[in-house]
């Protein structure tokens, strides 16, 4: 059983990353090595090309997330650990996957509705084929199975098509991957607005809780965090209570615990203060040691380079195969 996920280097990894996707990461190291196989996680420092960067900040962003992985509990000797631009099978297979990839179904892809509206200058052709690079990242590796946050969902239900068809055409040469979503915490919503996910280009620094923040600032935000004006008041999951919703799943997943303990366990509370200062002690806890290794990995550059090194050698013993099929299968390259 073989995983496969990426991330957008920022420095700034969310609360909504660390649950949806990160958790989730740490966790599949150890569930692929006891099936006898690999995690394959990967900073995808192209797809931050698909919007405006800074090339001076790339490296150092790309850094930043990698120092956040590993302190996180990524360890680069029990999985594959790479900068998803050191790898160029992936690149390469994009090409021969857009082949097999509807125009029609981009253009039906939320994100790229979402992100090409907010572009001022430049819609580039990249942000149109974000998910055509994302399905080759995926492919490359043979992955059975892709952990990532809710909002992921239409782009792997794009790479299993793209998969589907390229076999159709060619043959069996791809492994047609598995969506999987956390139990909780799929979809984290921001602390202001709690019926838009968490996310980092949404501008709400309120409502954004930042892996890095320190202890107080977490409070403080969710101290402030939009719950309701009920009385008495009624801490329970229910779609007409968005803000309270999201702060017993940020509570359970911070705990490790179901929905329902969290609910069960402010069964004694007088109000939503309660609530929210148990949701800030259970993100601090969980936090505060990931931020304290964060600044020592985070420091060492040259270690940091050398861990993409020797991650990028393990990937492409994987992909080379992978893609000398590709080519074989699509009658490109030599006879081989
Ligand atoms: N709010 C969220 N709840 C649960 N999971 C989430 N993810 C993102 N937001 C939430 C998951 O995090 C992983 C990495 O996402 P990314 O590489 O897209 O990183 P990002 O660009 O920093 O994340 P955002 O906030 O999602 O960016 P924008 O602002 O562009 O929308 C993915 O597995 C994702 O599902």
Redesign the pocket.
Known sequence: MRIF????P?GR??L??Y???ILQYVEGQQRAADAGDVAIYCV?DL?AMTVPWQPAEMRERVYDTAAILLAAGLDPERCVFIRQSDVHEHTELAWYMGAVTAHGDLNRMH?FKE?SAKQRDLVSADLFTYPVLMAADVLAYRAHEV??????RQHVELMRDVAQRFNERFGEVLVVPELRIPEV?????DLQNPTS??????DSPEGTVFVLDDAKTVEKKFKRAVTDSDDPPRIARDPSKPGVSNLIDILAAARGSSFAEAEASLADARGYGDLKAATADAVNAMLEPVRERYTALRADEDALEAIFAAGAEKARAITQPVLADVRQAIGVGSRG
């Open positions: 996920s990426g991330i957008q920022t990894k969310h909504g990353n649950i949806g996707a995808v797809h994100q992100k952990p990532v946050g809710d909002d992921q915490g799929a979809r984290i919503m996910k968490m996310s980092t280009t949404a």
